[in-house]
């Protein structure tokens, strides 16, 4: 009973052929497609703490140098828009501006397409005075028409929005991101185990950095819609970690029973499996997104769409990457760092050192110099034939 207990525990709990010399090597794709374990993600982990570390550092320098180009919903300012015609361009509206009050505005866009098509002025607050010179100047210079197509100074638009008013909007969205980001970590603590929730958590602050560090440096205006997409994106992330950890543990599960593998191997195997599934559901939801860049930025000219596609595409991409290269290893490193895991790890090792010493003894001693090999068979009496030897010698019979 106590031997089959003990052939049970020794088995792997997922099998895979030892490598040899005469193991045929697979290709990269063909390897990134059945999963097999041939990247070494947690073996080279310290590789992609390095790549991580420089994404959050240059992250955090752009957030620190160069800030954050906040709307006109946060910052507060005045938002005149004209509609395009003629040759109108994004330098001549802000030529024409800057001659209106000597000094250039904030942003200046072209949003919408065709007929449709307008250029968007962001500025400071302006008073009542400023505001009429600004709209004078630009209907001088472009003489805009309204919808029914007739030349009308009432065809551009003026609208302010108080520093009050902007604050308070910058608050509340302060406030539902940092509730939702406490929601996510309770969730994170109570569906993983401790040691995964540091792992989980800590790839949640890694997309939320290096997102943000991306829209610095990009220079896009931060707007309800960006922050509305970076809550989205903590739920993709939240998905992608969910679907990784499972796995580890799947195939984690009883390790600490086996001496053939280690945790840190298991879930690098874990992690390979979980690779091809992952850039492809990433493919699959940068697609529509892409498509929105393209049809409604481009195409339409929808302003505040821009800011929600690109929060959205880089948190999605960033939230994969992290998910299988930052946070598995973490966690291995987490787990082999103290604990049973940690003791295991070194049983398996050195177990694995042990035998790879004591089959090279072996090696050496039948292979040692001066002696041929048939007479240490007969000498030796009980050796037995090599697989796939024919017999040699007759079979004697016995007498009766």
């Known amino acids: 009973m106590s031997d089959n207990r ?57 957030i620190a140098l160069r800030g954050f180009t906040l709307g006109i919903d946060f910052a507060g300012g005045t938002r005149i828009q004209v509609p395009a015609s003629g040759d109108m361009s994004t330098s001549k509206v802000e030529q024409t501006y800057n001659q209106a009050l000597g000094h250039d505005p904030v942003t200046v866009q072209k949003v919408g397409s065709g007929s449709a098509a307008s250029f968007e002025i962001r500025s400071d607050t302006l008073d009542s005075a400023q505001q009429e010179k600004v709209a004078d100047a630009l209907f001088d210079a472009f003489h805009p028409k309204d919808s029914s197509g007739t030349v009308s100074r009432n065809a551009i638009s003026v609208a302010e929005i108080s520093e009050t008013w902007g604050g308070q909007i910058t608050r509340k969205a302060l406030i539902a991101l940092v509730v939702f980001v406490v929601l996510t970590m309770v969730y994170i603590a109570i569906r993983f185990e401790r040691d995964m929730s540091f792992a989980a958590i800590a790839s949640l602050f890694f997309n939320l950095v290096v997102t943000a560090g991306i829209y610095s440096i990009v220079g896009f205006e931060v707007t309800p819609a960006a922050v509305i997409g970076l809550l989205t994106i903590l739920g993709y992330v939240l998905y992608d970690n969910v679907v990784v950890f499972d796995k580890v ?115 050496v001693g039948r292979r040692s110099p001066g002696t041929p090999v048939a007479s240490r068979t007969r000498e030796g009496g009980s050796a037995a034939p090599r697989p796939g030897a024919r017999p040699t010698g007759k079979r004697h019979k016995r007498s009766h």
Do not use: C
């Open 6 to 62: 003990s052939q049970v525990l020794e088995e792997p709990v997922v099998d895979e052929p030892e490598p040899t010399a005469n193991t045929p090597r697979h290709g990269f794709f063909e390897r990134l497609y059945t999963g097999t374990g041939g990247f070494q993600i947690v073996g080279r982990r310290k590789l992609y703490y390095g790549m991580a570390a420089v994404l959050v550092l240059i992250a955090v320098l752009s």
């Open 249 to 363: 543990e799947e195939n984690t599960r009883g390790v600490l029973h086996l001496t053939r593998r280690t945790y840190g191997e298991q879930a690098n195997l874990a992690a390979n499996q979980t690779l091809m599934r992952s850039i492809n559901t990433t493919v699959i939801g940068i697609l529509p997104i892409v498509g929105m860049l393209v049809i409604a930025v481009w195409l339409l000219g929808v302003g505040t769409l821009k800011d929600l596609a690109l929060v959205q595409l880089v948190g999605m991409i960033v939230g994969a990457y992290s998910s299988i290269f930052f946070a598995v290893p973490l966690l291995v490193s987490i787990k082999e760092r103290f604990g049973p895991v940690a003791v295991h790890t070194r049983k398996v090792l050195a177990k694995r050192a042990g035998g790879d010493a004591g089959r090279g003894a072996e090696t």
